[in-house]
């Protein structure tokens, strides 16, 4: 995992419930993932891992909960950094379409040996969208935030439900989005 | 939480941003390195492309996804007789004409590799091997072609075909002599014996007109004479054989004229342009002079169907139905049963193709060869007797010269039938590009 997202983690945590927060749970993660993280690097995904269930224990709030909420307020920031991305969208759903064709593609153009989780995506009409993560990461409550964060970048509400979970024995994570007419 | 405890909080986090800092620099720095040496190398890249593009002798074409010439190197120039300003910017058609592009078939990263031709400034051919493929740099798509001249190859090869035509003529010329000499014999035999009658005829003659001219004196006399003369001249056994004789002397000129007509149709000269030609006349042609090829070791079993005049280049043609004839009585010759074999040729129409089939009751082609029969220079024959350029040739002149197919069916129980397939039209050549019109830019 690239240190941008840990660092967007520790943002989430200090922005959301204070400095003393996020540092109490740091010391509560296993000493080897106590590392000063910065954006180029990559780490291992087990030290994000660690850090969340430091984090939820530590604000008494479930794992899920936390990735989800930390995906929300991690899509904002990261389209205002990859910006070239997003402006020539009005709209999250065609926006949300090219996430793997195009994003992922130039991910693993500049990081050759980063592992984007498989975004596939079906268009059953022009208020709906299928979407199905696929990761060995299986960090599918992060996706959904993103997505919901996609949905407060351009300002239009998305109603997500999740319909399958690879957690639950799926082979992948489904999850139906709804737009506004 | 005491203020002890928040300070101690802040300096981890200050510790840590100073770990960050640091890690960040030592990046920075190691980025800068590398960016340093990937811009060196990338300089050094870009003068090595430079000079390869500048030194390669083959003609550098790239066009853009708009179908615009982009870049071209010197040798294009030199190739086309144009100067740089002709052709960047210009629409591809000035280069490739108007019936074939490179963008309308290079479409995947796979290079395709094709003959074609281009056009100088005064839009004259030049044939070249064009080696194209799609560049895809991430920003920007374009089509990188190579072309090679091959007006030097289409020389010599047609070069070659010649020496292999005069190699077959000069092969051929013991059995056309042959051929020609059987008739010569019995020709000259009844040429004889009509000139030795003529002698015998000339006393007779001459006493029949010296009895004419004073037939008073001793008529009874010189009439016994002129039967005695006759009886030994034996006219009558002459005026019965001369007929025949002079009749088996012009079978013979006959079949000495079509032995001639036969090789100067084979030694038909080779022509830039595809003529309509008779491919049965020719075949009948092609086996009369081969004869002495075969005619010890096999029959030959003909079943010509109704074809229509085929563009092609006849003596090229030719020159592959003596070759596939020849291999066809060395298949017999070889076989392991012996005995007098038959070389089945037969033509029909099939679909948009004449069809040669040209087949032997040999052994057939071992699996082990059967891809390497086409290579130039393969050979099972012995030296001296074929030199493995036959089917390379013939494959050559049938594919490349006529866009037909040269292909074969085998087995050892069944032999070995080659079947030449010759398109009944061709597509047209290229046409020389229409619009010549140019929008110079400068090449970046």
Same mark, same amino acid.
């Given at each position: 995992?690239?240190?941008?997202i840990?660092?967007?983690?520790?943002?989430?945590?200090?922005?959301?419930?204070?400095?003393?927060?996020?540092?109490?749970?740091?010391?509560?993660?296993?000493?080897?993932?106590?590392?000063?993280?910065?954006?180029?690097?990559?780490?291992?995904?087990?030290?994000?891992?660690?850090?969340?269930d430091?984090?939820?224990?530590?604000?008494?709030?479930?794992?899920?909960?936390?990735?989800?909420?930390?995906?929300r307020?991690?899509?904002?920031?990261?389209?205002?950094?990859?910006?070239?991305?997003?402006?020539?969208?009005?709209?999250?759903?065609?926006?949300?379409?090219?996430?793997?064709?195009?994003?992922?593609l130039?991910?693993?153009?500049?990081?050759?040996n980063?592992?984007p989780?498989?975004?596939?995506?079906?268009?059953?009409?022009?208020?709906?969208?299928?979407?199905?993560?696929?990761?060995?990461?299986?960090?599918?409550?992060?996706?959904?935030?993103?997505?919901?964060?996609?949905?407060?970048?351009f300002?239009?509400?998305?109603?997500?439900?999740?319909?399958?979970?690879?957690?639950?024995?799926?082979?992948?994570?489904?999850?139906?989005?709804?737009?506004p007419l | 939480?005491?203020?002890h405890?928040?300070?101690?909080?802040l300096?981890?986090?200050?510790?840590?941003?100073?770990?960050?800092?640091?890690?960040?620099?030592?990046?920075?720095?190691?980025?800068?390195?590398?960016?340093?040496?990937?811009?060196?190398?990338?300089?050094?890249?870009?003068?090595?492309?430079?000079?390869?593009?500048r030194?390669?002798?083959?003609?550098?074409?790239?066009?853009?996804?708009?179908?615009?010439?982009?870049?071209?190197?010197?040798?294009?120039?030199?190739l086309?007789?144009?100067?740089?300003?002709?052709?960047?910017?210009?629409?591809?058609?000035?280069?490739?004409?108007?019936?074939?592009?490179?963008?309308?078939?290079?479409?995947?990263?796979?290079?395709?590799?094709v003959? $074609?031709?281009?056009?100088?400034?005064?839009?004259?051919?030049?044939?070249?091997?064009?080696?194209?493929?799609?560049?895809?740099?991430?920003?920007?798509?374009?089509?990188?072609?190579?072309?090679?001249?091959?007006?030097?190859?289409?020389?010599?090869?047609?070069?070659?075909?010649?020496?292999?035509?005069?190699?077959?003529?000069?092969?051929?010329?013991?059995?056309?002599?042959?051929?020609?000499?059987?008739?010569?014999?019995?020709?000259?035999?009844s040429?004889?014996?009509?000139?030795?009658?003529?002698?015998?005829?000339?006393?007779?003659?001459?006493?029949?007109?010296?009895?004419?001219?004073?037939?008073?004196?001793?008529?009874?006399?010189?009439?016994?004479?002129?039967?005695?003369?006759?009886?030994?001249?034996?006219?009558?056994?002459?005026?019965?054989?001369?007929?025949?004789?002079?009749?088996?002397?012009?079978?013979?000129?006959?079949?000495?004229?079509n032995?001639?007509?036969?090789?100067?149709?084979?030694?038909?000269?080779?022509?830039?342009?595809? $003529?309509?030609?008779?491919?049965?006349?020719?075949?009948?042609?092609?086996?009369t002079i081969?004869?002495?090829?075969?005619?010890?070791?096999?029959?030959?079993?003909?079943?010509?169907?109704?074809?229509?005049?085929?563009?092609?280049?006849?003596?090229?043609?030719?020159?592959?139905?003596?070759?596939?004839?020849?291999?066809?009585?060395?298949?017999i010759?070889?076989?392991?049963?012996?005995?007098?074999?038959?070389?089945?040729?037969?033509?029909?129409?099939?679909?948009?193709h004449?069809?040669?089939?040209i087949?032997?009751?040999?052994?057939?082609?071992?699996?082990?060869?059967r891809?390497?029969?086409?290579?130039?220079?393969?050979?099972?024959?012995?030296q001296?007797?074929?030199?493995?350029?036959?089917?390379?040739?013939?494959?050559?002149v049938?594919?490349?010269?006529?866009?037909?197919?040269?292909?074969?069916?085998t087995?050892?129980? $069944?032999?070995?039938?080659?079947f030449?397939?010759?398109?009944?039209?061709?597509? $047209?050549?290229?046409?020389?590009?229409?619009?010549?019109?140019?929008?110079?830019?400068a090449?970046?």
């Amino acid at each position: 995992m690239k240190g941008i997202i840990f660092n967007l983690l520790e943002d989430f945590i200090v922005e959301g419930w204070g400095a003393e927060k996020f540092e109490r749970a740091f010391e509560r993660c296993p000493i080897q993932a106590q590392v000063p993280y910065v954006g180029p690097s990559t780490y291992p995904d087990a030290h994000l891992l660690a850090i969340i269930d430091a984090v939820s224990a530590e604000l008494g709030i479930g794992s899920a909960e936390a990735i989800r909420g930390f995906g929300r307020f991690a899509f904002p920031r990261l389209a205002e950094k990859f910006s070239v991305f997003v402006r020539e969208y009005q709209h999250p759903k065609p926006f949300l379409k090219t996430v793997h064709g195009i994003i992922h593609l130039e991910v693993r153009k500049v990081y050759v040996n980063s592992e984007p989780p498989l975004i596939t995506f079906q268009d059953p009409a022009p208020d709906r969208l299928l979407m199905q993560y696929t990761s060995r990461r299986n960090l599918c409550p992060f996706f959904a935030g993103l997505v919901e964060g996609s949905g407060d970048y351009f300002k239009v509400p998305i109603a997500l439900t999740q319909t399958q979970c690879t957690l639950a024995g799926a082979a992948s994570c489904e999850f139906s989005l709804q737009f506004p007419l | 939480m005491n203020d002890h405890e928040e300070l101690r909080l802040l300096k981890r986090r200050l510790e840590r941003a100073e770990q960050r800092v640091k890690i960040l620099d030592s990046m920075l720095e190691e980025r800068t390195r590398e960016g340093y040496l990937a811009s060196a190398q990338l300089r050094a890249a870009s003068v090595s492309l430079a000079e390869l593009f500048r030194a390669v002798p083959g003609a550098i074409i790239v066009i853009g996804s708009d179908g615009l010439v982009e870049a071209v190197n010197g040798e294009t120039l030199r190739l086309l007789g144009c100067e740089e300003g002709d052709l960047i910017g210009s629409a591809q058609q000035k280069i490739f004409g108007d019936a074939w592009s490179p963008s309308q078939n290079v479409n995947s990263d796979r290079v395709l590799r094709v003959e $074609r031709d281009v056009y100088t400034r005064g839009g004259q051919r030049v044939p070249v091997l064009l080696s194209a493929t799609m560049m895809d740099t991430g920003q920007h798509h374009s089509i990188v072609c190579v072309a090679v001249d091959l007006t030097e190859r289409k020389k010599l090869e047609a070069e070659l075909l010649h020496a292999h035509k005069l190699e077959s003529i000069g092969r051929l010329a013991a059995g056309v002599a042959h051929e020609i000499n059987t008739p010569i014999q019995f020709i000259s035999d009844s040429v004889r014996f009509a000139r030795d009658a003529i002698g015998d005829l000339a006393p007779v003659y001459l006493l029949y007109r010296e009895i004419r001219e004073s037939p008073a004196a001793d008529l009874m006399q010189r009439l016994a004479e002129l039967d005695a003369i006759e009886a030994k001249a034996d006219v009558a056994f002459l005026f019965e054989q001369l007929p025949g004789a002079l009749g088996r002397a012009m079978d013979g000129l006959q079949q000495v004229a079509n032995i001639v007509r036969a090789t100067k149709d084979f030694a038909y000269p080779t022509t830039r342009e595809r $003529r309509p030609a008779n491919i049965n006349k020719a075949l009948q042609s092609t086996l009369t002079i081969g004869k002495r090829e075969y005619a010890d070791i096999a029959d030959i079993e003909l079943s010509l169907g109704d074809l229509p005049l085929v563009p092609c280049h006849i003596g090229e043609l030719n020159q592959v139905f003596l070759n596939l004839v020849i291999n066809a009585a060395h298949a017999i010759h070889d076989r392991r049963h012996g005995g007098r074999g038959c070389i089945a040729v037969s033509t029909q129409v099939v679909g948009s193709h004449v069809v040669i089939a040209i087949g032997d009751d040999g052994d057939g082609i071992p699996d082990s060869i059967r891809a390497s029969i086409f290579n130039p220079f393969f050979t099972t024959k012995e030296q001296g007797r074929g030199s493995g350029q036959g089917l390379a040739i013939a494959r050559s002149v049938v594919v490349e010269r006529h866009g037909g197919i040269l292909d074969f069916d085998t087995g050892p129980e $069944r032999g070995t039938t080659f079947f030449v397939r010759i398109p009944l039209s061709y597509p $047209r050549q290229s046409s020389a590009p229409a619009s010549r019109s140019t929008r110079p830019k400068a090449m970046s």
